[in-house]
């Protein structure tokens, strides 16, 4: 992703070299996105009828969670900003005037969508109402699309993505080494000046990107910079992954990811063209590998039978810094959560978004990799806010690994943010306040979902007449109706899609 959108960014002034081990595998299981991701590929020129066939992609519309609350019970966080009614978020309406049990399905349209399996495109690849799509023209980076929300995310298959901007970086001029590097130079400064590599011997350069994974080969090990865990706030730290067949033409493929709590994490599930990925994400402190193999092969079912298990340590929090000297760590070496939200590939996508804007010149700028820490310091820093958020409110007491989500410790600032949302809904006052791409009704779809929390409607709502408000919810309702009888199924799209018709 790194090479590809440099190269697109600033064509062949930059010269890029790719090192890539054949030995050394990936963690291949980056399968659920933000709706963000859209930009990366506008900004690379790649229209989806191009790369979703060749990744077997689908499209997300929201993360449906299930028995987070209670068992049988889901809810929805979609890609739909909530609508204001006379100043007072829609939800907030509906704690005062409650049109159903469902906030998910009353306040937005994207659930019921969900519910009924939708594509977000019709036959004809025409996009569903322009009201969901932003009005600003041809955005081109996150920052610039902070206060919009396009409709839907994608799914694919990760190695496939790999490969498909392999071909596309190296047609643009990146060269691709593929080799095992032995070692890390470093010159008199403490900057690295090269890597030491089995087959290609030294290969320099002036800034080096470290994509090297968990490992963070470049930033942690050979220059030292510490890794600041998110292990007290955040307690799993495993992971075990199947990829499961899944045959579009009888099994209905679910327009969003979905996260399935259990005794000790919870199980994602994410479809795609001719699998379904799934993985139970779960704390090592109350479960052992064995059994989490074995509950995750339990809750797939017999289509799980020769599925080969993938188990993975996860190293959760992030490196102090991201940019030390002249080496950049983008990916797991910077830092991760669980993921619980699809924040990895966005956490890449960010990264890169940023190295373009504070690109050093021959002077090194220290105030440029200063500004470039604070902002992926800051990104997530406010994720891992927006996580624990769904520990702490999840309703669920069945258990010592639920009844400790209550009692371990948060964030000081989100300490003070609970205090304030239990009297108020959050609002763009009192969410975590820099950019982390996570806007205010993502907060309020988790506390309304996961109902530990309880959260008031305000209390000047009794004084303001209700008319719009109720108007709004059958607005809602009007609008999902119909769009659920005019769009096909994820099926029947890329069916078509897969035709060439």
């Known amino acids: 992703m790194t090479a590809a959108y440099l190269t697109a960014a600033f064509g062949d002034r930059v010269k890029i070299t790719l090192v890539e081990s054949a030995d050394v595998g990936t963690i291949g299981v980056g399968e659920a996105t933000f709706s963000d991701i859209r930009h990366f590929f506008e900004f690379l020129g790649l229209a989806e009828r191009d790369w979703m066939p060749a990744c077997n992609a689908t499209y997300k519309l929201a993360v449906r969670f299930e028995n987070w609350r209670e068992p049988g019970h889901h809810f929805y966080h979609p890609f739909e900003q909530l609508q204001s009614v006379k100043g007072f978020p829609l939800t907030d309406w509906w704690l005062r005037y409650p049109t159903t049990s469902r906030f998910d399905v009353d306040c937005f349209v994207m659930a019921s969508l969900c519910d009924a399996g939708r594509s977000p495109r019709y036959l004809n690849g025409g996009l569903l109402e322009q009201e969901f799509v932003e009005q600003e023209e041809n955005p081109s980076t996150i920052a610039e699309y902070q206060g919009a929300q396009f409709p839907y995310a994608y799914h694919f298959e990760a190695h496939l ?16 080494v593929v080799d095992n590097v032995l070692d890390v130079g470093l010159d008199e400064r403490g900057w690295v000046s090269h890597v030491e590599t089995a087959e290609h011997g030294r290969l320099g350069g002036d800034l080096f990107i470290d994509c090297t994974g968990f490992r963070a080969l470049l930033l942690n090990k050979a220059l030292g910079e510490p890794f600041e865990s998110y292990q007290d706030t955040l307690p799993n730290d495993s992971a075990v992954a199947l990829q499961v067949p899944l045959d579009m033409d009888k099994e209905p493929i679910r327009p969003c990811t979905t996260a399935t709590a259990q005794d000790a994490g919870w199980i994602w599930t994410i479809p795609l063209i001719s699998r379904i990925g799934t993985g139970y994400v779960y704390s090592s402190e109350y479960l052992e590998p064995e059994d989490a193999e074995r509950t995750l092969r339990e ?197 078509k899609m897969r035709d060439g018709q």
């Not at 993505?161 to 691709?176: E, F, M």
């Open 161 to 176: 993505l790999a490969k498909y901007l392999t071909k596309y970086a190296t047609l643009r001029g990146v060269r691709h």
């Open 299 to 495: 809750f797939v079912g017999p289509a799980a039978d020769d599925a080969t298990a993938n188990h993975i340590r996860m190293r959760i929090g992030r490196s102090r810094r991201s940019w030390v000297n002249n080496c950049v760590a983008i990916g797991l070496s910077s830092g991760f959560v669980e993921p619980l939200e699809s924040t990895g590939i966005f956490f890449i996508h960010y990264a890169i978004e940023q190295l373009v804007k504070y690109y050093p010149a021959a002077d090194w700028d220290s105030s440029l990799r200063e500004q470039y820490n604070n902002a992926v310091m800051n990104v997530m820093d406010g994720v891992r806010e927006f996580l624990v958020l769904h520990y702490r409110g999840a309703k669920r007491q069945d258990n010592q690994y639920w009844r400790d989500t209550n009692t371990r410790v948060v964030p000081d600032t989100l300490a003070e943010r609970l205090e304030l949302w239990e009297s108020k809904v959050p609002d763009s006052g009192t969410v975590y306040p820099r950019y982390h791409g996570l806007p205010p009704y993502s907060y309020n779809c988790i506390l309304l979902g996961t109902g530990g929390i309880k959260v008031k409607p305000s209390p000047a709502l009794d004084l303001v007449d209700e008319k719009a408000a109720l108007a709004e919810f059958q607005s809602i309702r009007d609008k999902a109706r119909t769009l659920v009888q005019k769009l096909p199924t994820q099926n029947e799209y890329f069916k």
